[in-house]
């Protein structure tokens, strides 16, 4: 088993399982729902449908910060030394260890670091994908930059979610006040054949600024085949060590969707009783149809009226037999 801990949380690898413990001021439970914001786009529509999620390459995440390399650092311990020449010699390096000691006393040291970071990266990317959901379904922010207000949003069952592949998590993704390097000397292990790097990985990989806090995500890796090597991109199609990004799942992972304040057209007040919601076009006509028969529950966000925030409500609807692009809806 090896362990790290950093800014107050612990992270382990042991029998090829990863795992997040909080500390306790964070008291982080892994949730019964967990939810993706979508735009609606051929892309998300198709992923719907299909029931599947994408799992982003490292590279594609949208904070730059996120997976930052930069967060580890070196104390130049003779353990540091000796782990940085065994990883660059599996890597390439053409050096005798008597010429790389040389080469550290030296002070080329840094050249060597940058080439360790850049590897480590790309490593671990190639076999692993990135699944964000959030444990914040009325998050004005998220409902803003990611759906536009026109998307939608799934809701998913933790405990029905078994996606394709081999994944790990959900891990709760950390946002600490400071950020202070991760040395390779700060992760213990139980034996010296252990692999560091794991745990190294996970820290990277669940650590975001704390200006990410209000998405309360919560992160599933998945790995691709174990006998395949690192194809990020091959014909055009993206895949992970040979095999798509796209991560099937059981229907009956779905609770509910919800659609955005701004998902319909038209909304108007047909009678006292009832509103007529009209699609924007054929790609939200799509998603309302499947979405409903398929029997998921359905709400809508809707707006506080004195407090600014939004509220996910039951939401209803009938389609209409004359004019299937409008539907009679009940909250």
Request: glycine share 6%; with cysteine.
């Amino acid at each position: 088993m090896t362990t790290l801990e950093y800014e107050g949380w612990k992270y382990i690898y042991k029998g090829g399982q990863f795992k997040v413990e909080s500390s306790i001021e964070d008291k982080k439970i892994s949730p019964k729902s967990l939810f993706k914001y979508y735009g609606v786009s051929k892309y998300s529509v198709d992923a719907f449908l299909k029931r599947y999620l994408y799992a982003a390459h490292p590279d594609e995440l949208n904070d730059l910060y996120d997976f930052n390399s930069d967060l580890l650092g070196f104390t130049g311990s003779e353990e540091e030394i000796d782990f940085l020449y065994q990883f660059l010699r599996k890597n390439g390096l053409n050096r005798e260890k008597r010429e790389f000691r040389e080469d550290i006393s030296s002070g080329k040291s840094l050249s060597y670091i940058q080439i360790f970071k850049k590897l480590f990266k790309e490593k671990l990317s190639e076999r692993l994908g990135v699944i964000s959901l959030s444990n914040n379904p009325e998050s004005i922010p998220m409902w803003s930059y990611y759906a536009q207000n026109k998307g939608f949003m799934l809701e998913f069952d933790t405990s029905e979610l078994n996606l394709q592949g081999v994944p790990y998590g959900p891990f709760p993704v950390h946002y600490p006040v400071t950020h202070k390097q991760i040395h390779f000397s700060d992760v213990k292990r139980e034996s010296l054949n252990e692999i560091k790097l794991y745990a190294l990985f996970l820290a990277m990989i669940t650590t975001k600024t704390k200006d990410w806090k209000h998405e309360d995500e919560w992160r599933y890796l998945v790995e691709g085949e174990k006998d395949k090597k690192s194809l990020f991109y091959e014909d055009g199609d993206k895949v992970i060590s040979g095999r798509s990004r796209c991560f099937g799942y059981n229907v009956h992972a779905i609770k509910s969707i919800t659609f955005g304040a701004r998902f319909f057209k038209d909304i108007t007040k047909d009678t006292d009783t009832r509103v007529v919601f009209t699609t924007r076009d054929s790609q939200t006509q799509k998603i309302v149809n499947d979405a409903l028969k398929s029997g998921f529950k359905l709400f809508i966000i809707r707006e506080g009226i004195i407090v600014f925030k939004l509220h996910r409500v039951p939401l209803t609807l009938t389609p209409m037999e004359s004019e299937p692009s409008i539907y009679i809806a009940e909250f």
